[in-house]
Nanobody
C-alpha cells in the first residue's frame, strides 16, 4: 500500500517562502519519479515540478522556474522549496508518484497524496 505524508503548507505573504515535504512509503523508491501538482482555485490540476528516480533530472513549469526547487532527501522524502511566492501560487499542492520519469501530466501519475493547502495573501 502506497502511503504519503505531506506537510509544510500554510499562509504566507507575497514574496515569502515555504517548504513542502512529501514522505512516500510502499514503493521501490529508485523506480519512481515524484512530482508536485498545484490545484489552484477554478483551475485544473497542473504539474509544477518533478524529480526523476535515478539521475536526479528535474522538471519545472515555467510559472515556477527560478523560484521553486525540488530535491530528494533521506527516508524516501522529496522537498519543494518555494521562494518569492505569488498570490497565483495559492491552492492545494499534491505530491504524486509515477513509475519511471514520464511526462508530467495527471494521467501518468499513479498514486497521490491528500494534498496540502498553500495560501499566498497579504
Amino acid at each position: 500500500q502506497v502511503q504519503f505524508v505531506e506537510s509544510g503548507g500554510g499562509l504566507v505573504q507575497p514574496g515569502g517562502s515555504l517548504r513542502l515535504s512529501c514522505e512516500v512509503s510502499g514503493i521501490p523508491w529508485n523506480y519512481y519519479a515524484v512530482g508536485w501538482f498545484l490545484h489552484a482555485p477554478g483551475k485544473e490540476r497542473d504539474g509544477i515540478s518533478c524529480i526523476s528516480p535515478t539521475d536526479g533530472a528535474k522538471y519545472y513549469d515555467t510559472s515556477v522556474k527560478g523560484r521553486f526547487t525540488i530535491s530528494r532527501g533521506p527516508k524516501n522524502t522529496v522537498y519543494l522549496q518555494m521562494r518569492n511566492l505569488k498570490p497565483e501560487d495559492t491552492g492545494v499542492y499534491y505530491c504524486a508518484v509515477a513509475e519511471g520519469f514520464p511526462p508530467m501530466v495527471v494521467a501518468t501519475y499513479a498514486y497521490w497524496g491528500q494534498g496540502v493547502q498553500v495560501n499566498v495573501s497579504s
